[in-house]
């Protein structure tokens, strides 16, 4: 929508959505980065995974944004970093690919998410864990809940893509393989560049102060 007594300035107001889990979610800017990896890729079907703070999956039929859902996975990981019991055991600068692949295999292992998390902690009293990152293992129990519960909502068949930065797209590339998920990374940089792009050029069809049909607006309500 234009902004009043501006010239040629614009607001995107964000996408809303009822979740596959039925519940309603939000996001606020990932949109451009969606419409320009469908631009990147020439598209027009695609699920496309935005790890982060909140990390989205977001499924993209007939070059629409269909839905979502949003994981708490990256905040979570700080919050228990910086204001939990166990922090004091969780040492970020310290990675360790086998910590985090044994994360992934017991995210999908009995008790859930809050017991395996916890798990990081006993283990340091129960166990020598020396020369393991139980910062990892808690990455690789976080991701691979995100992982396990992102495939039952969206249920993906074929090539995923994938905007994060390049450690974040490491993670989850590990994670995808013991997932049997395949990804396709794509420039987080470029895709904002070619969404903003697109989102530029649709505002520039606006005619009489309303904008004609964009991608977003088939997306359900809350």
């Given at each position: 929508?234009?902004?009043?007594?501006?010239?040629?300035?614009f607001l995107v107001p964000g996408v809303r959505c009822v979740s596959p889990a039925g519940t309603?979610?939000?996001?606020?800017?990932?949109?451009?980065?969606?419409?320009?990896?469908?631009?990147?890729?020439?598209?027009?079907?695609?699920?496309?995974?935005?790890?982060?703070?909140?990390?989205?999956?977001?499924?993209?039929?007939?070059?629409?944004?269909?839905?979502?859902?949003?994981?708490?996975?990256?905040?979570?990981?700080?919050?228990?970093?910086?204001?939990?019991?166990?922090?004091?055991?969780?040492?970020?600068?310290?990675?360790?690919?086998?910590?985090?692949?044994?994360?992934?295999?017991?995210?999908?292992?009995?008790?859930?998410?809050?017991?395996?998390?916890?798990?990081?902690?006993?283990?340091?009293?129960?166990?020598?864990?020396s020369g393991q990152s139980m910062s990892a293992y808690l990455s690789g129990i976080l991701i691979?809940?995100?992982?396990?519960?992102?495939?039952?909502?969206?249920?993906?068949?074929?090539?995923?893509?994938?905007?994060?930065?390049?450690?974040?797209?490491?993670?989850?590339?590990?994670?995808?393989?013991?997932?049997?998920?395949?990804l396709r990374p794509l420039d987080p940089a470029e895709t904002v560049v070619k969404g903003v792009?697109?989102?530029?050029?649709?505002?520039?069809?606006?005619?009489?102060?309303?904008?004609?049909?964009?991608?977003?607006?088939?997306?359900?309500?809350?």
């Amino acid at each position: 929508m234009p902004v009043p007594t501006e010239s040629n300035v614009f607001l995107v107001p964000g996408v809303r959505c009822v979740s596959p889990a039925g519940t309603p979610d939000v996001m606020r800017g990932e949109e451009s980065q969606v419409f320009g990896a469908l631009e990147i890729t020439g598209l027009r079907d695609a699920l496309v995974i935005l790890p982060g703070t909140h990390s989205k999956w977001v499924r993209v039929i007939e070059g629409r944004i269909h839905d979502f859902a949003t994981f708490f996975t990256g905040e979570m990981f700080a919050l228990l970093h910086h204001h939990s019991s166990i922090g004091a055991v969780l040492n970020r600068e310290k990675q360790n690919n086998a910590s985090f692949h044994k994360g992934l295999a017991e995210s999908v292992g009995p008790g859930g998410m809050l017991n395996q998390v916890f798990a990081a902690r006993a283990r340091t009293l129960c166990e020598d864990v020396s020369g393991q990152s139980m910062s990892a293992y808690l990455s690789g129990i976080l991701i691979g809940s995100e992982f396990s519960h992102g495939k039952e909502l969206f249920t993906p068949e074929g090539e995923l893509l994938l905007i994060g930065d390049n450690h974040l797209a490491e993670l989850y590339q590990q994670a995808a393989e013991r997932f049997a998920v395949e990804l396709r990374p794509l420039d987080p940089a470029e895709t904002v560049v070619k969404g903003v792009a697109q989102i530029c050029a649709t505002t520039s069809t606006t005619h009489g102060g309303h904008r004609k049909q964009n991608q977003t607006q088939d997306v359900s309500p809350c």
